[in-house]
Each structure stands twice: as C-alpha cells, then as structure tokens.
C-alpha cells in the first residue's frame, strides 16, 4: 500500500500500569486496522502524549471518514461498518470490541474520531508515578 508512517513519541521511558500482552493486543489490533482501512498511499500515525497521570496512545489512518451515526458502534461486538466491503474482509467484527473490553478491564477509557478522512483511535493508561 506503500503506507507513510508518523511516529510521535516521547525520548524518555513512560511507566504506566497494565498489562503487557494485553495492551500489545490493543495496540497490534489497532494497527492492523489502521493498515487495513488506509488508503494505498496514505498515513499511518502512531502517537503518544501525557497530559496530568494519563499517558494517552493514539492509532490513526487517512481513507474513508467512519459515518458519524456508526461511532458509536464501532466498539459493539460483531460490528462491521462497512458491510459491501466486509464481505471481503476476514473478520467477525470482534476486535474493536475486545480492544474495548481490555483497555476497560484496566479501567480506562477509548474514544474514537472520524472526519475528513482521517480516522483516530486514542486510548488511556495511568501513569505509576502518578499513584
């Protein structure tokens, strides 16, 4: 897809409480959809920010705008928002319900953001210096 990256990250270490493999599962999936909805020739960004005890973890890709009444449900188990192409796609629909249910099972938030063809995933995780 010849796929532009953009990382953004911090120089120093940032210490958070979670669980390793599932917050790699988190991100891994997050990516994977990044890639797959991007437009050949588009952007892939990867971020990373602190503001007050929250480390905030960003996932984002051009190509086609999430409608805004599917928002909503894209976090919803066996969602799929675009059915014609979901038929090509392998998938059931669960993994943006699993990203959810991980990243609420380490009581913290995911939110997600789609306009002008760029669509935005952002997930929290608290900082062990702030406890």
Same mark, same amino acid.
């Given at each position: 897809? $010849?796929? &532009?990256?953009?990382?953004?990250? #911090?120089?120093?270490?940032?210490?958070?409480?979670?669980? *390793?493999? #599932? /917050?790699?599962?988190?991100?891994?999936?997050? /990516?994977? &959809?990044?890639?797959?909805?991007?437009?050949? %020739?588009?952007?892939?960004? !990867?971020?990373?920010?602190?503001?007050?005890?929250?480390? @905030?973890?960003?996932?984002? &890709?051009? %190509?086609?705008?999430? *409608?805004?009444?599917? !928002?909503?449900?894209?976090?919803?188990?066996? $969602?799929? /928002?675009?059915?014609?192409?979901?038929?090509?796609?392998?998938?059931?629909?669960?993994?943006? @319900?699993?990203?959810?249910?991980?990243?609420?099972? $380490? %009581?913290?938030? /995911?939110?997600?953001?789609?306009?002008?063809?760029?669509?935005?995933?952002?997930?929290?995780?608290?900082?062990? &210096?702030?406890?």
């Amino acid at each position: 897809k $010849h796929i &532009n990256v953009d990382i953004s990250f #911090r120089q120093e270490q940032c210490l958070v409480w979670a669980d *390793p493999d #599932r /917050i790699s599962q988190v991100v891994v999936n997050l /990516i994977d &959809n990044a890639v797959k909805f991007c437009t050949p %020739g588009g952007q892939l960004g !990867l971020s990373l920010r602190e503001s007050g005890s929250k480390v @905030y973890v960003s996932v984002s &890709n051009t %190509g086609d705008t999430i *409608p805004p009444e599917e !928002l909503p449900l894209v976090f919803d188990r066996f $969602h799929k /928002i675009d059915k014609s192409r979901s038929l090509n796609r392998d998938g059931w629909g669960l993994g943006l @319900y699993i990203v959810k249910t991980i990243i609420c099972s $380490h %009581g913290e938030d /995911i939110s997600v953001t789609s306009r002008d063809g760029k669509t935005e995933f952002t997930f929290t995780l608290t900082e062990v &210096n702030s406890l």
